[in-house]
């Protein structure tokens, strides 16, 4: 109990010092996150004119907390599907980043005398853009709807997944103090596995959990289920030998999948704000200002290594993906920033020991220095596709012109092509799924089996437990594909394409005899002969069992049904249809959403009153009112709170339509009267009033004053809601409810007329 008031008292100072500098930052159109890191550096250590946390390494528990909520976070807003969307723009683009800036800040260290492991975890710390930052920074300009906010947006989801990546493989170089070739490649597989696994049984099991769940789930019931699963993944990732961050991760990415996952994402909010606040600010309080003044020069050094790395590699990948050159450009001045995950990286070389002290303040401070010129730099983008137009050389620009657009060219894919793509998705996935469960059933339920049912009768049994877990597996590996289209076409189409068709058959049913041997192997430790036999009766019996077709399709079914569940729900509900976006993009127009705010001048209003063709240059194609939609709405259609607006133009026209709803918005609110409260409230109709021998009609209560009157006291009888035909006598009480100034002048005997 002792440690309670000291960890209350540095969560009190760091929560208000958070604050106080964030509403600075805030005055300041500064991102929130260096608020954050200022307020850490004023709370750390460092600095002793003012109160300070007084215990470093209990904030680091919490910090370790908000890490795990912000990896949470950023894996709900990733999701596995939105990686294969993103297209290979994104993926190229990625790819050049990472090896690029990895290779670049390697190098750097070493010319810096830093040594080994600490230029290796710098590269990883260079290599990686800030989610947060952009993401913000695109709000508060306005360009979220650009077209190359898309291929920023792709670059980021690509790098998230890098990064978790890299910090497996770099916790494993830290452990091994050493790169082996094969450890490496160990690594990469446990870690394919690991991830394969979870995707898949975590899509199998979690959206159907939800979806029964449904009923009993109200926010505070759906925030504790998903910080239970959150936690619950990080706990079996630990176990697995991975780091918290990446089992958060993985969790956020399943969840991200369901049609849950916006709310999730909502509710979560608060808590990752909480958590990722302390976070940041532990970061701050491991910056020492006098240290920072010892390395300005690697700082400077790094920070122009940053920006200008960032740039080239970024406008190169995207370059090479086949996109133009303004996209292009303006993507590499979008991406010129490190953020969240430097300093995650960073905690993890500090944490294993691996990297020395002075490092981690020096890329905090190169991330604070490259997060406040974001803005900067993407405003910089447009004078350089000016300044690139005039120095590339015609027929540099003519050449890339004809790149970027036989880029975009759809080719036919072959039958091969299509094949050989889906068994090797089919294959790996299901082998993957299979490794893994025998794995565990290896370690813990075989074990458990064997103690309770000692003996050949405990293996056998628990054999048979584990291949009849693994046989649907094992049929879908075998026999997925084997009667599809392309299949059958290429059976058809050539006696030659027969061979390679058999063996691929061949092929897969020796990888299911060699995944029966594995426990066959452990659990009964027979002879060669004896375990091929066993595994060719497996084989044969998964072949020839209706039952396990019928379950195997069941199984892929509902899989794939848990996979598609939310894509489905949100082309029921989006404002765009992504392939008409799609197409248009292609003509440098675009769709985008605009809601209609609460309180907004608009309301109420016709879009012939509004006119915003002929202002804004934009189109309204459709109006999306709750369920309802309104395609091609009319001039006489109006506008109501929280309608979705969907509007075509190009970039500039819908940039020009935002302003001006912000700016009608803005000056609304200034020119707004203010409003009065209603009372209820009661007046006695005193002699000489003039409301005496009027009705309540005549009188115009209701209709000049807005005022209604909801009840009389005559004598001992009470009106309750009277009848506008109702008249007025003298020494009536008058139970009334309006505005206060207005009441007062009708129990003064004035007219409504004066009033």
């Known amino acids: 109990m002792s ?10 100072v760091i929560l208000i010092s958070a604050g106080l500098v964030t509403l600075l930052f805030k005055r300041l159109k500064q991102p929130v996150v260096l608020g954050y890191i200022v307020a850490g550096i004023l709370a750390g250590p460092a600095i002793t004119q003012i109160p300070t946390v007084t215990n470093v390494e209990s904030i680091r528990i919490w910090a370790d907390i908000g890490v795990i909520f912000l990896l949470f976070a950023l894996g709900l807003d990733f999701s596995f599907k939105k990686l294969m969307k993103v297209g290979g723009t994104a993926v190229i683009g990625a790819i050049t980043i990472v090896i690029g800036m990895m290779t670049l800040g390697y190098t750097t260290g070493l010319s810096l005398g830093w040594g080994h492991m600490n230029s290796l975890f710098l590269g990883g710390m260079l290599s990686m853009s800030s989610t947060t930052i952009i993401f913000k920074a695109f709000d508060d300009m306005g360009l979220r709807n650009q077209r190359f906010a898309g291929v920023v947006f792709g670059i980021l989801v690509v790098e998230d997944l890098f990064a978790v990546l890299l910090m497996v493989l770099l916790s494993t170089l830290a452990v091994s103090k050493h ?13 394919g596995v690991f991830l394969l696994f979870c995707f898949v049984i975590g899509i199998y099991l979690i959206p159907s959990f939800l979806k029964k769940a449904r009923t009993f789930l109200n926010d505070e019931t759906l925030l504790i289920v998903s910080l239970g699963l959150c936690l619950g993944m990080v706990i079996i990732a630990t176990k697995a030998g991975f780091s918290s961050a990446l089992g958060a991760f993985v969790m956020g990415s399943i969840l991200a999948e369901t049609i849950e996952a916006e709310h999730i994402e909502h509710l979560i909010k608060p808590v990752k704000d909480l958590f990722g606040a302390i976070f940041f600010v532990s970061v701050g309080m491991l910056i020492d200002p006098a240290l920072l003044w010892e390395y300005k020069i690697p700082i400077l050094i790094l ?37 969240e995950f430097a300093f995650i990286i960073a905690s993890l070389g500090l944490t294993l020991g691996v990297t020395d002290n002075f490092l981690y303040p020096i890329v905090v401070a190169v991330s604070v220095i490259t997060t406040f010129f974001t803005p900067y730099m ?29 880029s975009n060219t759809i080719h036919q894919k072959s039958a091969w092509n299509k094949l050989l793509k889906a068994l090797t998705r089919i294959v790996g996935t299901y082998t993957a799924v299979t490794l893994v469960l025998i794995f565990i059933w290896l370690q813990f339920a075989a074990p458990f089996i064997m103690k309770e049912i000692s003996g050949l009768r405990g293996a056998i049994i628990s054999l048979v437990l584990i291949l009849l877990l693994i046989a649907p597996m094992l ?21 030659y394409n027969r061979g390679p068709l058999v063996s691929l058959i061949i092929l897969r049913i020796i990888l299911c005899i060699g995944l029966v041997m594995l426990p066959v192997t452990r659990l009964l430790n027979a002879a060669v002969g004896i375990l091929l036999a066993i595994a060719a009766t497996v084989i044969v019996i998964v072949i020839l069992s209706k039952r396990l077709k019928r379950q195997s399709i069941l199984m892929e079914r509902h899989f794939f049904s848990n996979l598609t569940a939310r894509e489905l729900e949100y082309e029921r509900k989006a404002p765009i249809n992504q392939r008409f976006a799609n197409h248009l993009l292609e003509r440098d127009l675009h769709l985008a959403d605009f809601e209609v705010r609460q309180n907004s001048p608009s309301m109420g209003k016709t879009l012939k009153e509004l006119n915003f063709r002929q202002k804004c ?48 918005y803005k000056t609304a609110q200034t020119s707004k009267k203010e409003t009065k409260e209603v009372n209820m409230e009661q007046f006695t109709i005193a002699e000489g009033s003039r409301l005496i021998g009027r009705t309540i009609l005549e009188s115009g209560i209701r209709d000049k004053a807005a005022c209604l009157v909801i009840g009389i006291e005559r004598g001992e009888t009470s009106i309750k809601n009277p009848s506008p035909t109702t008249v007025f006598e003298e020494g009536d009480i008058v139970w009334i409810v309006g505005e206060h100034d207005k009441v007062l002048r009708l129990s003064e005997g004035k007219t409504v007329e004066n009033s």
């Open 475 to 495: 049929r879908a590996i075998m026999m997925k594909k084997n009667h599809s289209a392309e299949f059958q076409q290429l059976w058809l189409d050539s006696k």
């Open 378 to 406: 993407i405003r910089m983008a447009e004078p350089a596709c000016r300044v690139a137009d005039r120095i590339i050389p015609k027929s540099w620009m003519k050449f890339l012109e004809r790149y970027s657009s036989g």
């Open 303 to 339: 920070t122009l290594v940053v920006m200008v790395g960032q740039i080239l590699f970024a406008s190169f990948g995207v370059l090479l993906s086949g996109q133009p050159v303004k996209i292009a450009i303006h993507s590499g001045f979008s991406l010129a920033q490190i953020g």
């Open 3 to 12: 440690q309670i008031p000291s960890l209350i008292s540095d969560l009190a």
């Open 179 to 191: 790169v082996e070739g094969m450890e490496l490649l160990n690594s990469v597989i446990k870690l």
């Open 617 to 664: 240059n934009v189109n309204i194609v459709t109006i999306i009112r709750g369920e309802k939609r309104i395609n091609i709405p009319g001039g006489e259609e109006r506008l109501y709170p929280f309608d979705k607006l969907v509007v075509v133009g190009a970039d500039d026209d819908l940039e020009h339509f935002r302003q001006y709803l912000v700016e009608r």
